[in-house]
């Protein structure tokens, strides 16, 4: 039996973008789309040079390419602040325990208890560890744990509850 895991913490704006990030690169394909995007406008200038007509063909292609590299930098950018803003539980202080029998979590005025089978994947990265429902998710920033050998514990917990992936 594993000992439970009990960790006090508040999620900093930073570990939070970061988080949100890394979800978004993981799950949306931004880089290829950022790729695509940029072989868009270069394929839209190829257009231009070449004086292809009618016009619309290349305007058509910029545009899109330009509303695609928009999308990917609004995710990497806007989206993860305004996520921040937009809930106040995020800044509440934490204090979450994690156990054989389950999660137990405290934030504000959030006082609940999952069970692990509420969880269907762990991903970990350098900067933090996800528990993933569904497309929605966890996420325990590294930072929160106050020795490695807690780390190690939740570790062990959630991969012998949960299917584990590496980022």
């Known amino acids: 039996m594993i000992a439970p895991v ?22 949306l394909h931004l880089r290829l789309d950022a790729a695509v995007a940029l072989a868009g406008l270069g394929g839209a200038l190829a257009l231009v040079g070449l004086e292809v007509e ?18 990917v930098v609004s995710a990497l950018t806007w989206v993860p602040g305004t996520w ?29 208890r999952l069970g692990w089978d509420h969880y269907d994947r762990l991903v970990s990265d350098g900067a933090q560890h996800f528990l993933y429902y569904g497309s929605a998710f ?6 929160a744990f106050p020795c490695a050998a807690d780390e190690e514990r939740f570790l062990a917990l959630a991969q012998s509850h949960v299917a584990p992936r590496s980022a």
Request: charged content about 25%.
């Open 138 to 143: 966890t996420v325990v920033p590294r930072s």
């Open 6 to 27: 009990t960790l006090r913490f508040r999620y900093t704006e930073a570990d939070y973008r970061r988080a949100v990030r890394a979800h978004f690169e993981r799950r």
């Open 54 to 71: 009618p016009v619309w063909v290349w305007g058509a292609l910029a545009a899109v390419s330009v509303v695609l590299l928009a999308l």
């Open 84 to 112: 921040w803003r937009a809930q106040p539980k995020l800044r509440a202080e934490y204090l979450v325990t994690f156990a054989e029998d389950g999660i137990a979590f405290r934030a504000g005025s959030i006082d609940s």
